[in-house]
C-alpha cells in the first residue's frame, strides 16, 4: 500500500471543516494532512491540531517539503492567484468551486497547470455523489431511453440570525451572487449528466431579500443537441429543496444527494445511497497526483459553469438570450465518459 501523501489546506473558513472531515473519515489512507495556512493564526493552529503546521503565509506552506499537494479553500476572488502560486512551485492543487471569479482568471490557472505539468482539479462536489453517478451511467447505457430535458432546483432559507461574510456581499468577490456562489453546483451537474454542449443561455436574477447581492435567479439552458435545462435557486425558499430530474422518453428521473427515483408504470424504483463525496473527491485527487494526470475534473471543465454561470448574469443584465458557443462565453463539449 501506498504511503498516504502530505496535504497542505488554504484557508480555514467554513467549508475547510467538511474537508476536515472527509480527512478524517474512516478508512480514508490517502492523505496525511501536514500543514494549515489561514491569515488568522489561531484558526490556523485549531484545524492543523497536534499532527499539523499551522503558518498565516501561503511562501511558507509551499516551501513545506511534506506538502504534496495543496486544497486552496480560500474566498472566490482569492482562488487565482493562489492556485497559480502553488502551481509555479510544483503543487498539484485541488481548488474549491468556483474555479474563479472571472474567465479570465480560469484561463490563467489553466495555463498554469499546463506550464507546471501539474494537477489541477476542480471540486465540483456532485460529481462524486454516488446518486449522480449512478443516474449518470444508467443515462449513458439508455435505460431512460432518450433525454428530453432537465429541472434543476436549489432551495434554500438562510437562518433568522445569518450574516453573511463580508466576501459575499460584494459581487465582484464573489463572481456574481448566490446565483454562482450556490446554484453553480446545480448547473454544472445538469451540464455533465446531458452530456452536451450550451449553445444559449436566458436567465432572471435578482436581489429580493437584501442579504447578498443576489438571491433568487431562473434560467433555461438550450444545448446543442436540442435538450434544455430549466434551473432556478431560491435563497429565500420556506421549502428547501436541492433536486435534479431526468425528464426522458421511457422514465422520469429524480437525483437527489442521497436518493435515486426513477418514476414508471406501474411502480417507482427508489435507491438511497450513503457515501462521502467529498472523501471520494480526495480518493480520485490523490490518485491523479500520484499518476501525474489526468486530472478528474481540469481546469478546462471547471471553466465552463463559471462561463454559464457569468453569461446568465449578461443575459439578466441585457434582458435578452445569450449565446454560449461563441466568444467570450465559449464552451467546449463535455466529456461523455
Known amino acids: 500500500m501506498d504511503e498516504p501523501l502530505g496535504l497542505g489546506i488554504l484557508g480555514c473558513g467554513v467549508i475547510s471543516a467538511t ?65 497559480v502560486r502553488a502551481l509555479g512551485a510544483g503543487k498539484p492543487v485541488l481548488v474549491e468551486k468556483p474555479m474563479a471569479t472571472t474567465l479570465e482568471d480560469c484561463d490563467r490557472m489553466i495555463a498554469a497547470a499546463d506550464q507546471a505539468g501539474k494537477v489541477l482539479m476542480v471540486g465540483m462536489t456532485n460529481r462524486f455523489r454516488l446518486p449522480f453517478r449512478t443516474a449518470r451511467a444508467r443515462l449513458r447505457a439508455g435505460e431512460f431511453g432518450s433525454l428530453t430535458f432537465i429541472a434543476d432546483a436549489f432551495n434554500y432559507r438562510p437562518a433568522p440570525d445569518y450574516r453573511p461574510r463580508a466576501w459575499l456581499t460584494r459581487p465582484e468577490t464573489v463572481g456574481g451572487g448566490m446565483f454562482t456562489q450556490m446554484g453553480i453546483h446545480s448547473l454544472d451537474r445538469a451540464i455533465w449528466l446531458a452530456g452536451a454542449a450550451p449553445a444559449w443561455a436566458h436567465a432572471v436574477i435578482r436581489n429580493v431579500g437584501g442579504i447578498w447581492p443576489d438571491d433568487t435567479g431562473l434560467a433555461t439552458l438550450g444545448l446543442a443537441d436540442g435538450t434544455h435545462i430549466q434551473f432556478q435557486t431560491d435563497g429565500l425558499a420556506m421549502q428547501r429543496r436541492n433536486e435534479c430530474v431526468l425528464h426522458c422518453s421511457e422514465a422520469t428521473v429524480a437525483v437527489t444527494g442521497r436518493q435515486m427515483m426513477v418514476y414508471r408504470r406501474p411502480e417507482p424504483e427508489v435507491q438511497t445511497f450513503e457515501d462521502n463525496p467529498m472523501a471520494q473527491e480526495l480518493r480520485e485527487f490523490a490518485a491523479a497526483v500520484r499518476s501525474g494526470g489526468p486530472s478528474p475534473l481540469d481546469g478546462r471543465e471547471g471553466r465552463v459553469p463559471v462561463a454559464i454561470c457569468l453569461a446568465c448574469y449578461e443575459s439578466s443584465r441585457a434582458g435578452r438570450v445569450v449565446r454560449l458557443d461563441e466568444p467570450p462565453w465559449s464552451v467546449p463539449a463535455p466529456a461523455r465518459a
Open 19 to 83: 474537508y476536515l472531515e472527509a480527512l478524517r473519515a474512516s478508512g480514508q489512507s490517502d492523505w496525511r494532512l501536514v500543514a494549515v495556512c489561514d491569515v488568522d493564526a489561531e484558526k490556523a493552529r485549531a484545524a492543523a491540531g497536534e499532527d499539523a503546521a499551522a503558518y498565516a503565509d501561503l511562501d511558507r506552506l509551499l516551501a513545506d517539503r511534506r506538502v504534496d499537494a495543496v486544497v486552496v479553500l480560500l474566498p472566490n476572488y482569492l482562488h487565482a492567484d493562489a492556485t
